[in-house]
């Protein structure tokens, strides 16, 4: 079993649509969590960190369900520039951070 | 952005030439890391360096070594290269470990090895 496993996808949603991705995380001691946003042939960049509470950041809103090992990631009035990989990303402590495979997202007009 | 770069953006070598790559940075961060990329696979970690001549493997480190004389750069060797190392190449900062300390990205190297 991976570390942390997500929905390759492809989702492919219309503009406008509202979208969700989950990520299941195997290491119960996990401390920091993350979801990252690759272009294609680009490099990651964080899209935005998740905390215990919850968060949002605009059309983004992230998750953390500790009980049930999993995160969130829930995309609100999607648009064509969130196309893109999705990749959830896991910190057990120190160096031990883990990246998921990713989910692909193709926003339609 | 965070201040880093890489060098060479692509490379096609053949099995068997040694192989360097460079980071280079301008945050100053203590972190430094090196991950590979494949289809099907999370990012995975090659080696990292906690500083000056400081160095660790990661996940996969068979076939790789590093070096960092300066705080700013990090190089990754790979040492005689074989088709499997056929990658795309991320170097990574962060100025911490800490919880809730996130790593930046450079922009890749892809690598070729026929």
């Known amino acids: 079993r991976k570390e942390v496993e997500q929905d390759p996808g492809p989702f492919n949603v219309p503009e406008g649509a509202t979208v969700a991705f989950n990520c299941t995380y195997s290491n119960s001691a996990s401390q920091s969590f993350f979801w990252y946003r690759q272009d294609c042939r680009k490099e990651p960049k964080l899209l935005m960190s998740?905390?215990?509470s919850g968060n949002e950041d605009g059309r983004f809103t992230a998750q953390l369900n500790r009980a049930s090992q999993y995160i969130s990631l829930l995309i609100r009035d999607s648009k064509l520039s969130d196309s893109a990989t999705y990749l959830c990303?896991?910190?057990?402590?120190?160096?031990?951070?883990?990246f998921g495979a990713g989910t692909r997202l193709f926003v339609k007009a | 952005d965070a201040g880093i770069t890489q060098s060479p953006r692509h490379k096609v070598t053949e099995t068997g030439t040694p192989v360097t790559l460079r980071c280079h940075q301008t945050?100053?961060?203590?972190?430094m890391y090196w991950y590979r990329q494949d289809p099907g696979h999370g990012l995975r970690l090659i080696h990292y360096?906690?500083?000056?001549?400081?160095?660790d493997k990661g996940e996969v480190s068979d076939g790789y070594s590093v070096s960092r004389s300066k705080t700013e750069d990090f190089l990754l060797t790979l040492e005689s290269a074989t088709s499997s190392q056929t990658s795309v190449y991320f170097c990574?900062?962060?100025?911490?470990?800490?919880?809730?300390?996130?790593?930046?990205f450079g922009p890749g190297t892809r690598l070729l090895v026929l």
């Open positions: 990574a900062i962060s100025p911490s470990t800490g919880v809730g300390e996130t790593q930046y």
């Open positions: 990303v896991v910190n057990g402590g120190g160096f031990k951070t883990i």
């Open positions: 360096s906690y500083g000056v001549k400081d160095t």
């Open positions: 998740v905390y215990s």
């Open positions: 945050e100053n961060h203590r972190y």
